[in-house]
């Protein structure tokens, strides 16, 4: 270690704890000061900690989501342009607090729903403590959101969860493999769009997700076009599916 980033560490030590708010989490502040290099405040000590733990900001931002549920009424919606915070693509993730009209309000987050408090935490560090007014995101919210729209920055991570096997061979994953969803999106928008929410966040997260070798990758999106192509006949040509004794 150099001796200027070993300067830079003991001030940003000195700084995190000197900060430290009581009932701070025990495993966030082992992280943090674990780094190499050391988060300087608490929020930021949060922050590297979902954003180095990815799966684990997946599975907590849909148990919010699943405490909060849907507001009443609520469908699954696009809008061009992203209009009144309506997703603009089938590809972003359902969420219905992103939505001027569901919106709870200062204090609580836009993803899930559920209350912020200091540092973006989930939960009260101490009890009665009071929401966060100034937030709108929880920390591991951030990082879910970052997750699914964009898991191929987090293939190392899904990886590791699948111990480097390809999920459609089984074989080693390869220098070039990449990350798919079993389901593809454009299917989660014309055959799952009536799934409850939060039910549907998990076609974004882990549960939706593998990293499969490009060859197995490339022959499954074929067959998904081929599958396509002969729908789109079908939908053509009304009296070919009563014809074909397969359909």
Known sequence: ??????????????????????????????????????PPTPRRAVESYWRQHPL??????????????????????????????????????PTPYREEAYARGPGF??????EVFRQGWHRPLVAGEARNRNARWHAACVAAWRFWCDPATFDQALKRRQARRCVETGTRLLKGAEVDHRVP??????????????????????????????GAHRAKCA???????????????PGLEAADPTA
């Open 109 to 114: 987050c836009c993803i899930c729903g559920q």
């Open 185 to 214: 999106l454009h299917e989660v928008w014309r055959d799952h769009r009536e799934v409850g929410w939060p039910k549907l966040l998990d076609f974004w997260g882990v549960p939706n997700l593998g990293v499969v070798n490009r």
């Open 1 to 38: 270690m150099s001796a200027w980033r070993e300067e830079r560490n003991r001030r940003s030590r000195e700084r995190l704890l000197r900060a430290l708010p009581a009932g701070f989490p025990p495993l966030v502040l082992a992280h943090a000061l674990s780094r190499p290099f050391v």
């Open 56 to 93: 684990r900001a997946d599975r907590l931002a849909r148990a919010l989501a699943a405490r909060t549920g849907a507001p009443p009424a609520w469908i699954w919606r696009l809008a061009p342009g992203g209009k009144a915070g309506l997703a603009a693509s089938f590809r972003s993730p």
């Open 223 to 237: 067959a998904e076009a081929r599958a396509r192509a002969e729908r789109r006949q079908r939908a053509m040509s």
